[in-house]
């Protein structure tokens, strides 16, 4: 079965520092994968999305992400965080119509 | 305003008493999703279902059970809370046929804890 793993559970950057989350799932073929954030006090909500085509994908709020497929990776990047960036970002893949996320890493901005 | 809505947002009990939790969509979506979810592990799902009258199991084991009688309400029911049970519960709908995916919209989910 597949699985998504996200090494970092906790980071904490200064405002305008640039982010990279990681994402790793563990096996390949057609995948779909997914970037969700959920603020505090909030619901979760999608971020970004890659389904096929350009594997570098835009999402909302400048957040990006990078679909590597030999590295099984699909990374969150942002070029200069900002305090409301603060949140818990999750990693999902796609497995037969259902979501399997990670763990779930928390960042935590510094004004 | 097409949403997803789950009731209580807090409760607390003691063990053994029967609780369901409530959770409703208006955007006519047919697939609907518990996910169980521990402070700082992933969300696991628990029950899912593709329409009216079809539940299934999720990839966690769950004492709970649902429903689906109306294409908007999907509650989980917990027929005698333990201290086990202490989690938070997310409820999710969307879009698409049995295989296929669509964004998955959340709600606020409810926190539960059993004495």
Avoid at chain 1, 31 to 60: A, E, M, T
Avoid at chain 2, 4 to 12: A, E, F, H, K, M
Wanted: hydrophobic fraction near 30%.
């Amino acid at each position: 079965a597949q699985s998504v793993s996200q090494h970092n559970h906790h980071v904490i950057l200064s405002e305008a520092a640039s982010l990279e989350l990681g994402c790793n799932y563990s096996y390949g073929g057609t995948v779909n994968l997914f970037w969700y954030v959920q603020y505090p006090g909030q619901h979760l909500q999608l971020l970004l999305k890659y389904f096929s085509g350009d594997p570098l994908v835009k999402g909302i709020k400048g957040f990006e992400a990078e679909f590597i497929k030999s590295k099984f990776s699909f990374n969150l990047r942002k070029p200069s965080v900002q305090w409301s960036d603060t949140a818990e970002y999750f990693c999902a893949v796609n497995q037969g119509g259902k979501l399997i996320f990670g763990q779930g890493t928390e960042l935590s901005v510094k004004p | 305003e097409a949403d997803i809505y789950q009731t209580p947002r807090y409760l607390v009990i003691g063990t053994g008493k029967k609780i369901t939790l409530e959770c409703s969509q208006t955007m006519g979506h047919d697939k609907m999703y518990w996910y169980q979810q521990d402070p700082g592990m992933e969300l696991h799902l628990i029950h899912y279902s593709y329409g009216v009258n079809s539940t299934e199991k999720g990839d966690l084991s769950s004492e709970s059970t649902v429903s689906r009688i109306r294409t908007e309400h999907f509650p989980l029911t917990l027929e005698s809370a333990r201290p086990s049970h202490t989690s938070q519960y997310l409820c999710a709908s969307s879009e698409g046929g049995l295989l296929s995916y669509n964004e998955q919209f959340f709600g606020p989910g409810t926190r539960l804890t059993v004495l």
